[in-house]
């Protein structure tokens, strides 16, 4: 006969069974074992603590909660019910209490091991990092062989960049655990934040020995085969961690910047827009995203990016500064300055930010505090590359050629694979007509990630041609890059190179394929078209430094492009009888132009020159709106409905006396042509037209009139109103 006595032995008993079912798993066993004890025995400790232990294991965190609360209320004196209590809270995300429940514990066993590494734990997620690593310190010192403990340690002393100590508290770990997959990744990280490479990449290996489906090993180890320059190992790293987790938000993110490292920007984008989509939480991949599009030429887009980010989180002053590079791409340069002054009032140390304000304040003309924030920079920072590139840009304005000159040296002699500074190197000798260390220079276009042209590079396998070996025989294909005008400049070298023995393929832009039909290459095909088979190809900018062009072997015919006679009746009709001085005037270019705020004019600032008594025909394709009621107003024949493409304007161009015209495509065609042409230029013109000189050597028929100081159009137009003036007028 059972007595009232031999209950608490039933209950023991009962709890030993559910206890048993738990340890192996056997969770509805261990459920139904634990109930019956309670039937027993409703205040039993254990078994009430273990239940809550079950529901935290099986996420039921209300009966969790419940069970652990009845088993501290029975006996409040036990640290690990707290302990537990604590890791429930954790899972719900309660963190204050579980802070609590923790400190509760150590409250009554301030060497409670578990609660130590727990408490831990909670602290590195919310990334209170000094005294989380007190807590793993502590703990460690309790049990020194506890590879948990020292491995997550050592991810906060990486955090803290005590990067000795960590790396330290890592081998420790592996020493002590040899198969701990973790403590292999976190080695590979710290080792890559004390960039060994070698030992980065050898512990991400061992950890995918050890576990080839451990995702973050996989995707580190395309972050680091990507830092070594092999982009292709590191795509194929991240595309296997996504064949074993393809919704691996972080994954599609990493291999989003592998793809623009091998600019594939497309692909790029849309593995971005993923990892977004995935985890649209996560403001660094908007923010990655921004820094993608505005490397694709979309200012505006990237600022929606960034200020997307900054919407989940505008603590990231990384982003502002990312964002403020935005509004400078957008010409709205106040609002940059006002970005980057705030990011350095947060925080006065933030080199990118500095330098970003600087260079603002050259953007906005203000030249002298420009320079002194430079020299701030380097007074607190010391000397960079980016820093003498960016001064020199500022001389540059100045005017301060072989002060200019010394910067971009300078910048060189730091980083000497920064393609920066031999650009605007580059640029700058080929204004004052150094022109054989120009077109040196001119070939760092292809490594500088800022232009325009790096992002349109093409990928040909057949070898680049710069002039050293024999074409007889051969088929070269010569591709048109940049804007019309650079194509139009530059195509006078078509005929040289078919000189040469060289079949010649020639790839220009669209508008310009009727126009350079007749020019001697054997084959004019548009941009998009498939091409033929070809043995070298060569970009038509890369032909003065394959001909070596210097300033008095620039191939300069008085015109070079033939016009078609059709077309010249044709617009002759359409212009009817000429009576008085025919004026062709192109006021502005693309709107889109790094430089057009410089070079483009209003209709109206022409407004001395259209009251003179000659005939004035816009050879604009397009006109802005701003300036379509002076247009109307005026007495400027406006024919643009006519104008098909570049043969047409170059027909109209043949039946003006006088090409007026900014810095733009129609200027290079009316020279092209051999019309007598007058170009308006800014007081630091492009390259093309060198410096000081009137005339050019690339157009022999044209005259330069240049702004005195920066923005003084009135001069230049009064300028040119003297000399329609003094040609004859009948």
Not at 275 to 293: F, H, N, Q
Not at 392 to 397: H, V
Not at 576 to 590: D, E, F, K, Y
Not at 663 to 669: E, G, K, Q, R
Request: aromatic fraction near 6%.
């Amino acid at each position: 006969m059972t007595t009232v006595q031999d209950f608490p032995a039933q209950a023991d008993a009962l709890f030993a069974a559910g206890l048993a079912a738990h340890a192996d798993g056997r969770f509805d066993d261990a459920f139904a074992q634990y109930e019956a004890a309670l039937q027993i025995e409703p205040g039993h400790f254990d078994t009430l603590h273990h239940l809550g232990i079950l529901g935290h294991a099986s996420g039921n965190y209300e009966f969790a909660l419940e069970f652990i609360g009845a088993a501290i209320r029975i006996n409040p004196q036990v640290p690990a019910t707290y302990c537990n209590l604590g890791n429930i809270f954790k899972a719900i995300n309660e963190r204050d209490a579980a802070l609590d429940s923790y400190r509760q514990a150590l409250g009554l066993d301030p060497d409670n091991v578990d609660a130590l590494y727990n408490l831990g734990n909670l602290l590195q997620d919310m990334k209170q990092d000094e005294e989380a690593v007190g807590c793993y310190e502590r703990a460690i010192a309790l049990a020194p062989h506890d590879a948990e403990a020292l491995n997550n340690c050592a991810a906060v002393l990486h955090r803290l960049e005590r990067l000795d100590e960590a790396l330290a508290c890592c081998e420790r770990a592996i020493a002590l655990a040899p198969g701990h997959v973790h403590a292999h990744n976190n080695r590979g990280n710290i080792q890559a934040a004390l960039g060994n490479t070698d030992e980065t990449i050898a512990s991400y290996e061992a950890a995918l020995a050890l576990d080839p489906d451990h995702i973050e090993a996989r995707v580190n180890l395309g972050t680091a085969l990507l830092a070594t320059g092999k982009a292709e190992e590191a795509l194929a790293s991240l595309d296997a961690a996504l064949e074993r987790s393809p919704d691996h938000a972080e994954a599609h993110h990493r291999r989003g910047k592998v793809l623009r490292q091998l600019r594939r920007n497309d692909d790029a984008l849309a593995a971005l827009q993923r990892a977004i989509v995935l985890d649209p939480k996560a403001p660094e991949y908007r923010c990655t995203l921004g820094s993608l599009v505005q490397l694709m030429g979309n200012p505006q887009g990237a600022l929606a990016c960034f200020d997307a980010a900054l919407a989940i989180d505008d603590t990231l002053l990384t982003t502002h500064n990312e964002r403020g590079i935005a509004l400078q791409g957008l010409r709205r340069h106040a609002e940059a300055l006002a970005c980057f002054d705030m990011i350095l009032e947060k925080d006065p140390e933030h080199r990118e930010a500095a330098l970003n304000r600087a260079n603002t304040l050259k953007d906005l003309e203000r030249i002298d505090e420009a320079l002194a924030a430079y020299d701030a920079i380097v007074a607190k920072h010391g000397e960079s590359a980016p820093v003498w590139n960016n001064r020199g840009n500022a001389y540059e304005e100045m005017r301060r050629y072989e002060d200019a000159l010394a910067c971009f040296d300078a910048a060189i002699a730091l980083s000497p694979g920064y393609a920066a500074p031999h650009w605007n190197r580059a640029l700058l000798n080929l204004q004052y007509g150094r022109l054989g260390d120009g077109w040196r220079g001119y070939e760092w276009r292809w490594q500088n990630e800022s232009l325009s042209c790096y992002r349109e590079m093409r990928t040909f396998t057949e070898p680049a041609w710069l002039g050293a070996e024999p074409l007889a025989g051969k088929t070269i294909l010569l591709f048109a890059e940049q804007g019309l005008g650079d194509t139009l400049q530059f195509c006078r070298y078509v005929p040289l190179v078919k000189a040469r023995g060289a079949r010649v393929v020639l790839e220009v832009q669209g508008p310009l394929t009727g126009l350079l039909a007749d020019l001697g290459a054997d084959q004019v095909l548009r941009r998009g078209d498939t091409l033929p088979p070809f043995d070298y190809q060569c970009s038509l900018m890369s032909l003065p430094l394959a001909f070596g062009t210097e300033i008095d072997t620039i191939p300069a015919s008085s015109r070079y492009l033939p016009s078609d006679p059709a077309r010249v009746a044709a617009w002759r009709e359409r212009l009817g009888p000429q009576t008085r001085l025919r004026v062709g005037l192109a006021w502005s270019g693309n709107p889109h132009h790094a430089n057009d705020r410089n070079r483009s004019l209003a209709l109206a600032q022409l407004a001395p020159l259209l009251a003179l008594d000659c005939e004035f025909v816009s050879l604009q394709k397009e006109h802005r709106e701003q300036d379509l009621a002076t247009l109307d107003a005026s007495q400027v024949k406006r024919v643009n409905e006519h104008l098909n493409d570049f043969a047409d304007t170059a027909a109209l161009c043949e039946l003006m006396d006088v090409v007026v015209s900014v810095d733009t495509s129609i200027a290079h065609l009316a020279g092209a042509v051999g019309r007598p042409l007058w170009v308006l230029l800014p007081q630091v013109a492009d390259w093309r037209w060198l410096t000081e000189r009137g005339d050019s050597p690339w157009y022999p028929g044209a005259r330069l009139f240049r702004q005195s100081k920066a923005g003084d159009w009135e001069s230049v137009i009064e300028s040119v109103k003297q000399a329609l003036e003094a040609l004859p007028h009948g």
